[in-house]
């Protein structure tokens, strides 16, 4: 009796995975994110049999995709209004005066008002907003504890690596290949430090997008033989002082907005 999916990986083992792409996506696991996604249905898939497909139509768990829009956001700052600031700054390692709190996101000062505004001197994209919002909301605010993990490895996240693998760390490191100085940039551009190089890696830069929700990009040059590669981590708290949905939405949107700043200095990803 064939088991019922519940993520997008059980999906994909339901597919012949010859990326034949004539479901209009560029690989079978593409096609497979999408399906517990709620974007596609199964019965899409040209080279699945067709008495499988309706077996299993409405049997698939599915999750929508996290899409951070306007109406969410409002949402938020609508919650963000009812709590204490104050309190949220203490616990959050912002600060509080004058009716704000302040947070530093990657080394920019982002303020918080009483009705859940939210002000900077760079525009604010929505892949920060939300994070943010949530991050005041639901933090837990523990201590940075320095024990890296993979996004798999936080609460949910096994089922979400292999769309953060390709929407985050496969960008990042087709960047990193060709753009020689991203991390010297990353480090001025975005207040983030080269630290030791952890997992045996060539390069290791922590940012912090948010105080207590740090990221380790761990960049691993080519040799002869081997590919090179780069890996996102987390601290172990990530998912207690922040939803793993907004842990997930900062690596991708971080990943986006350097890949901007790259074709902005001439090179190609």
Known sequence: M???????????KLLDKSNCRKCGEKTCLAFAGAVFQERRK???CPQLPEHLAAQLEGK???????????????????????????GAAERTGGSFADGKLTLKVLGKDFAVDGQGNLSADIHINPWVAVPLLNYLLHGAGLPVTGRWVSLRELTDGRERYPLFQRQCEE???????VYTSLFDDIVQLFSGRQVAREFDSDISVVLNPLPKVPI????????????????VFF????DRN??????????????HMIKKIALRHGFAT
């Open 2 to 12: 064939q088991t019922r999916p519940k993520n997008a990986l059980e999906i994909y």
């Open 60 to 86: 698939i768990e599915t999750r929508p995709a996290y899409e951070p829009g306007l109406k969410y956001l409002a949402q938020l700052k609508s919650e963000v209004a009812k709590i204490d600031l104050a």
């Open 235 to 238: 601290d172990e708290t990530a």
């Open 216 to 231: 380790l990009l761990c960049y691993w040059l080519p040799e002869e033989g081997m590919d090179s590669n780069l890996l």
């Open 171 to 177: 960008p990042l490191q087709r960047v990193a290949d």
């Open 242 to 255: 922040l939803d793993t949905d907004s842990v997930f939405t900062l690596g991708v949107g971080l990943a």
């Open 42 to 44: 199964l019965q899409e």
